[in-house]
């Protein structure tokens, strides 16, 4: 059984351990720019850590709904729970959105005042929160695949999605969008990285 579990969870525990070094690495490549423009970033990405856990509690909900769906041999109704998952974080996604379109200035002057930081941390706001819809249908796919055991795919998405698709990127488009293709690297990564797990 101990066994089983670690076979299981390795992945999972890598998965994190691995992203995390990636968004340190990306960190990194933010701090050339200045502190002005880490501070207004970090702003900008514990924010939207508010908007991007309601498209993962949906996943989460989803890894448990295909998980007992498919223990009691309803393989129907497990991907019925996918596929409802889906279309709640979409929703979810919109919503959020629409509402961070027009509150998100305000938000981010709760933690600042400098001017040049709530600008640039409004600015890539307004880029990082539509990166939702991607990140959504990401989380609900990677809940399904935890959901039928399979954790070796949800580490290869997310070494993917971090590693190869946002930091290349990252490294590829500084020259020509500059600090913004920290911003739009969060998006392509996040919508590439849903498409491929859907």
């Given at each position: 059984l101990i066994k089983k579990v670690l076979i299981l969870a390795l992945p999972s525990m890598l998965t994190y351990s691995l992203i995390n070094f990636g968004f340190f690495l990306i960190n990194m490549e933010v701090e050339k720019y200045g502190p002005l423009v880490l501070t207004a970033q970090t702003i900008a990405s514990n924010i939207n850590t508010m908007c991007f856990t309601l498209p993962s509690s949906i996943g989460t909900t989803v890894t448990t709904m295909v998980s007992m769906n498919i223990g009691a041999g309803k393989s129907e109704n497990a991907k019925q729970s996918f596929v409802y998952g889906c279309k709640v974080s979409l929703i979810i996604s919109a919503v959020i959105i629409i509402l961070f379109w027009f509150i998100s200035k305000p938000l981010v002057q709760l933690f600042q005042n400098n001017e040049v930081i709530v600008n640039l941390a409004h600015h890539?706001?307004?880029?990082?929160?539509?990166?939702?819809?991607?990140?959504?249908?990401?989380?609900?796919?990677?809940?399904?695949?935890?959901?039928?055991?399979?954790?070796?795919?949800?580490?290869?998405?997310?070494?993917?999605?971090?590693?190869?698709?946002?930091?290349?990127?990252?490294?590829?488009?500084?020259?020509?969008?500059?600090?913004?293709?920290?911003?739009?690297?969060?998006?392509?990564?996040?919508?590439?990285?849903?498409?491929l797990f859907f």
């Open positions: 890539s706001l307004n880029i990082y929160t539509f990166s939702i819809i991607g990140f959504g249908i990401y989380m609900v796919a990677q809940g399904a695949f935890v959901g039928l055991g399979r954790t070796r795919l949800p580490l290869l998405l997310g070494l993917l999605r971090v590693w190869f698709i946002r930091y290349i990127f990252i490294l590829i488009t500084k020259k020509w969008l500059g600090v913004d293709s920290v911003f739009w690297g969060n998006l392509v990564s996040n919508y590439a990285a849903g498409f």
